[in-house]
């Protein structure tokens, strides 16, 4: 299993960062992807990446809350990011109309300027949409041939939205929003229409703790050692075998990122 969502950058995770990636790896999560939000966060999950070797590996990228911050559309800091081989991906990018923590015009620019520059140097995209998927589809579908891949992480969408993003050869991040019995069950309904080499698997820890996890951990922060359930959670819901979810996954995910086999 590869977790292609973590935000080991959190605070949340600082007092115990290498116990988490011990239980990870106990639990048998083979590698993660360590998201960056922002330009110091980008920053800061390089480094980490830097720290675990052929098992963690990082995104470089400015998150539509951070949009405001961004005074250079050439984002020098993400291009030299991206130069380093431990960085995989460019976002997290996208739209969110929910919160709309940067003004929309200044989140559409930030967002395209960074599918330019993931076009320019041959890089996939990880990305978010919340609230905003046709703004979002317009903004991405006149680059996506220009993209070795793009993943939306995180998909808590409609049926309708998720075939708009299948239809533009779309990954889709599943996360433990399927284990939710409350907000979770549209999701459930239609996890089993995404292909076997279009899905990926996330805990976008610290955020989405499984609420069906049993026992109920002491701490409500997610962490990547919960990645099994989640993959188990999803097989039931496509009818497959928690195995195959995860064999598929791990094969789809080395390829949109060009990874080898993580190495524990």
Not at 71 to 97: K, S
Not at 135 to 144: C, G, K, S, V
Not at 228 to 251: M, N
Request: hydrophobic share 40%; charged share 20%; with cysteine.
């Amino acid at each position: 299993m590869i977790d292609i969502g973590v935000n080991l950058t959190n605070n949340r995770f600082d007092r115990d960062r290498e116990a988490v990636i011990e239980r990870a790896q106990t639990a048998g999560v083979h590698g993660m992807i360590l998201t960056g939000t922002s330009i110091e966060e980008s920053q800061q999950a390089f480094a980490m990446a830097q720290q675990w070797p052929g098992y963690c590996y990082s995104t470089a990228g400015v998150h539509p809350h951070d949009a405001k911050s961004v005074d250079d559309l050439t984002l020098p800091a993400i291009r030299a990011l991206a130069a380093h081989p431990e960085v995989v991906a460019i976002g997290e990018c996208g739209l969110d109309f929910n919160r709309d923590f940067s003004p929309r015009p200044q989140q559409e620019a930030v967002f395209e300027a960074q599918l330019a520059l993931a076009a320019e140097l041959n890089l996939p995209v990880f990305m978010h949409c919340r609230d905003a998927h046709e703004r979002f589809m317009a903004i991405l579908a006149p680059w996506r041939d220009k993209l070795p891949a793009a993943v939306l992480h995180c998909f808590t969408g409609s049926e309708a939205e998720l075939r708009d993003c299948l239809a533009l050869d779309l990954h889709i991040g599943i996360t433990g929003w399927v284990c939710d019995e409350r907000r979770g069950l549209d999701l459930r309904e239609i996890v089993g229409l995404i292909p076997d080499d279009r899905l990926m698997i996330e805990t976008d820890c610290p955020y989405l703790l499984p609420r069906n996890l049993r026992p109920k951990p002491k701490l409500s922060r997610n962490e990547p050692q919960y990645l099994p359930h989640i993959a188990s959670e999803i097989a039931l819901c496509r009818g497959q075998t928690a195995e195959a979810v995860v064999r598929a996954s791990y094969t789809t995910t080395q390829a949109f990122f060009q990874i080898g086999s993580p190495a524990l």
